[in-house]
């Protein structure tokens, strides 16, 4: 639990978990109504009741700010255990369902920080060490099972590009069509696209 100085006493006091989702609900209101650009520390701190020290002390800036609060709208990892169903499929169907499952509003929240993030070196190392590294840590190790087990090759040119189709699928749907990817587009589109893709072999030189 780290310390940080209450404003109204200038005391040490102790950042609770409860303090931290206060402060992190504050950060992604302020996302959803001024966007990441025009977010500030300052307004972060007002809006959450607490001093920038607090923050600065805590996440030394806006960018790991911002992505420890999107990272905290996802489902605690203890509740959100690995996939692993015995079959290539059956893994990717199960995160299919799990893409699925998160709110639109996070989809849209998701598409236009990755939008900003294209020119913001910093955010966008923290969003991939924080964000993308973790779902596709699920994806490799579903992938290297299917390997383990035969069911795919080693050689499988697919495998470098599943995780920018799997996750990226989602966000494109709703821009392109207007609507969410669900868990029938999801799976639909691991069936046609995805299994194909790393169910073929690389030619051989």
Aim: aromatic fraction near 4%.
């Amino acid at each position: 639990m780290s310390a940080h100085l209450d404003p109204a006493s200038g005391r040490r006091s102790r950042l609770t978990p409860e303090r931290e989702g206060e402060i992190y609900a504050a950060v992604v209101q302020l996302l959803r109504e001024v966007g990441y650009e025009a977010l500030s520390m300052q307004e972060v701190a007002a809006r959450a009741k607490c001093s920038t020290a607090t923050l600065y002390r805590k996440w030394q800036g806006k960018p790991a700010l911002v992505v420890a609060a999107l990272r905290h709208q996802q489902p605690p990892r203890d509740a959100d255990p690995d996939i692993d169903t015995g079959s290539l499929r059956g893994d990717l169907h199960a995160l299919a369902d799990r893409l699925a499952s998160i709110a639109p509003t996070e989809h849209e929240l998701m598409a236009a920080m990755a939008h900003v993030a294209l020119g913001q070196p910093e955010l966008a190392r923290i969003m991939r060490e924080q964000l993308a590294d973790p779902a596709g840590g699920v994806l490799d190790r579903a992938l290297q099972r299917a390997t383990d087990r035969g069911e795919i090759s080693s050689r499988t040119p697919g495998h470098a590009f599943s995780h920018h189709l799997m996750f990226a699928v989602a966000l494109a749907r709703p821009m392109m069509e207007g609507c969410q990817a669900d868990e029938e587009y999801l799976k639909s589109f691991v069936d046609a696209v995805l299994l194909p893709a790393l169910e073929h072999p690389a030619p051989l030189p």
